[in-house]
């Protein structure tokens, strides 16, 4: 795949959201949505990755991993570990032993399980660790998505396991809806109710809009305002009070499905080189 330089702009958006969201909360009420932004960037690059490299009879489970592993762990590493040095001299004694437990969740991507077995995200906002719950999700995606791919092509087409994603995605939805309502803490960190805005992202892969700028043709720059509009409102108009993901969620993730599909290459919004060195 040829470097996408409106999907990096689309992670400056993200990122830019949720860092404004951690340091003012009122000026970007629904900046945690950024999460929601790059899940589905993630699920669409992987897809491409995976679906390639099984068509091709190419795809390796270890380097996938090693690759994954090579991108996450050396930086996460180096956060831990500078927390625990300053946690050393700075920390009481019991928050270093909580610290030293994220820590290892963290480092062993689960740390998603162990913050949905205490207070929810907008309350748990001092742990230095809280945002390792979405590397972890992440990384249960990255384990699962292409040992399930492989298996269904044993005995399936290719158009058959689109198909499948498909129905995974629609599945996933449904049960986060319906889990947002019951089950809020679990549905927020936990990969079931989360996996449907990376499938989301796979979907852009496997089903790619015909688009122009013609008059006969859905006009990509049409989209990619649409989406970033999503995105936007998605910032200012939600906030923690909103329940979430549930459907709430598919506004920031159906906007990042819209620019994507638009590919915008040279676009002034997403390409600009603001956002590509951010």
């Known amino acids: ?28 009420p629904g900046g945690f949505a950024g999460v929601d932004v790059f899940f589905v960037i993630s699920g669409f690059l992987m897809t491409s990755i995976i679906f390639k490299g099984v068509e091709n009879k190419s795809l390796s489970l270890i380097k996938f991993y090693i690759a994954r592993a090579n ?16 946690g050393y001299f700075f920390l009481a004694a ?27 995200y907008f309350e748990t906002a ?35 396991i689109k198909r499948v994603v498909v129905f995974l995605f629609l599945m996933s939805f449904i049960l986060s809806v319906f889990a947002t309502q019951y089950w809020p803490k679990e549905s927020y960190f936990l ?21 122009n700028n013609d008059k006969f043709y859905v006009n990509k720059n049409f989209l990619e305002i649409l989406g970033l509009g999503l995105i936007v409102c998605s910032y200012f108009f939600f906030s923690k009070f909103n329940p979430w993901p549930g459907y709430f969620a598919f506004f920031p993730t159906i906007g990042t499905w819209l620019i994507i599909q638009s590919y915008q290459q040279n676009s002034h919004i997403t390409g600009n080189f603001i956002f590509q060195k951010i």
């Open 191 to 211: 990969l079931p109710t989360r996996s449907w805005e990376m499938l989301l992202g796979g979907l852009a892969f496997l089903y790619p809009l015909k688009l």
């Open 126 to 160: 001092d742990n230095f660790l809280l945002h390792t719950w979405s590397l972890s999700a992440e990384w249960q995606f990255y384990i699962i998505y292409p040992i399930v791919i492989m298996m269904l092509n044993r005995y399936m087409s290719i158009l058959r």
């Open 1 to 28: 795949m040829n470097f996408r330089k409106d999907i990096n702009g689309l992670r400056a958006i993200a990122v830019i959201a949720v860092v404004i969201f951690h340091f003012y909360p009122t000026a970007l």
């Open 94 to 120: 019991l928050d270093y032993k909580v610290l030293g437990r994220d820590v290892a969740t963290s480092m062993l991507f689960v740390s998603n399980f162990m913050f949905s077995m205490r207070e929810g």
């Open 71 to 86: 991108r996450i762990i050396p930086s996460l590493a180096v956060l831990c570990l500078i927390l625990l040095v300053f």
